[in-house]
């Protein structure tokens, strides 16, 4: 067989989620996902313009080969454009071959290893007592491990804490900082790195004593600090 057309699909919601649709001659269709939230459309240019293009009439089976036709045939590697639109390439013809073989993927990947995983609940507070009730109210729901987001004094917003989306009358909680539904610019953060260096230490000192030893803890820094603060803070949260 071979790929006859490949459609790139913008969806739900508010355009956040990118679907690339691969169709062969036979009529077998394989999805993936390109979606890059806050810069959607960057993929969908990327895919529409530069790889569907160079889709069409190719061997749908040859996964491996059209990685790196994609990924080689650039003479700008790697980003996060080009890798998102890649791997929705390279998930859509996974699928096919599913298809085709009769099989789900994961059993043409040498099969399943695993009878499950462990979830983290995400939880979050301005100030250690809601935060606390967060932790508690994920344990209730059977989550093994908490990532652990908090507030930060002086600081106004901060990414990873709860927040009531205003477009729905402060009914539904959000952490991201560009959602879909966004204004006409990206919310701008109140940001000081050593207060937050200074204070998170404690934060997890307070978990660790109203918890316990034994409960999994996690926490995003997403990209706020450089590779020597990071150091830092994991030296902080060591005991």
Do not use: C
Not at 45 to 53: K, Q, R
Not at 95 to 103: E, F, M, N, R
């Amino acid at each position: 067989m071979t790929i006859d057309r490949a459609d790139v699909i913008v969806t739900s919601p508010d355009r956040n989620f990118v679907t690339l649709k691969i169709t062969t001659a036979d009529g077998v269709t394989g999805l993936g996902d390109a979606t890059l939230n806050g810069r959607e459309l960057a993929v969908v240019a990327y895919l529409t313009e530069h790889v569907v293009p160079l889709l069409i009439g190719a061997d749908e089976s040859r996964i491996e080969d059209t990685w790196q036709f994609l990924y080689r045939s650039a003479y700008w590697r790697r980003g996060p454009v080009t890798m998102a639109a890649i791997a929705a390439v390279d998930m859509a013809l996974w699928d096919i071959k599913g298809k085709v073989a009769g099989l789900p993927v994961y059993q043409l990947l040498g099969g399943a290893s695993r009878k499950g995983l462990m979830a983290y609940g995400h939880a979050s507070g301005k100030e250690l007592p809601e935060l606390f009730d967060s932790i508690r109210a994920h344990q209730e729901q059977g989550y093994k491990a908490i990532r652990v987001q908090t507030g930060v004094p002086t600081l106004k917003a901060i990414y990873g804490i709860a927040s009531q989306s205003a477009d729905t009358g402060g009914g539904e909680a959000r952490y991201d900082h560009e959602p879909a539904r966004r204004g006409a610019r990206p919310v701008e953060e109140d940001w000081d790195t050593r207060a937050y260096l200074n204070h998170l230490p404690g934060v997890f000192e307070a978990v660790r004593n109203e918890f316990g030893p034994d409960i999994p803890l996690l926490h995003d820094g997403h990209h706020r600090m450089t590779p020597i603060q990071a150091a830092r803070l994991g030296q902080d949260l060591g005991p």
